[in-house]
């Protein structure tokens, strides 16, 4: 499957917080939090659910990666949605594992893998926040 995607039991606002301090203690930024549907209410569109498109970056994995193949960049940084879907809060993210695939370069594979478990701890650990 191309995405991860989990449960989580606050809502987008708080998920999204508790979310924030995760990734920073595994060295991700949240470069953008781009709320869709404040937006599209300010661009006169009616968005009945909350979704929040969150990008995300450690800047010394982005460098390393981008140094062994600047194609990369058309995937970085790594996008993560937190969203409501039917009365619940998700947590979703394309797989850097699938999205690497797309370059062809297999020397590449090891890293999404290691990017990619980190990300899955963090959403898991969010979604799953007291």
Known sequence: M??????????????VQVL?????????????????KETL???????DRNYRVLEVCNPEAAKEVLT???MV???LPCKIVVYEDQG??????PRPTALID?????????????????LVTCMD??????
Not at 2 to 15: D, I, L
Not at 41 to 47: H, P, Q, S, V
Not at 125 to 130: G, Q
């Open 88 to 93: 619940k809060t998700n947590i979703g993210m």
């Open 68 to 70: 062994q193949n600047h």
């Open 20 to 36: 924030e301090g995760i990734l920073k203690d595994e060295k991700f930024g949240v470069l953008w939090d781009f709320d869709i």
């Open 73 to 75: 960049g058309y995937f």
């Open 2 to 15: 191309f995405h991860y995607t989990v449960e989580a039991n606050h809502s987008v606002g708080e998920t």
């Open 41 to 47: 209410e300010k661009k006169g569109f009616d968005y």
């Open 102 to 118: 797309l370059t062809g370069d297999e020397s590449l594979k090891a890293f999404a893998e290691d990017i990619e478990s980190k």
């Open 125 to 130: 650990k969010a979604a799953t926040e007291e």
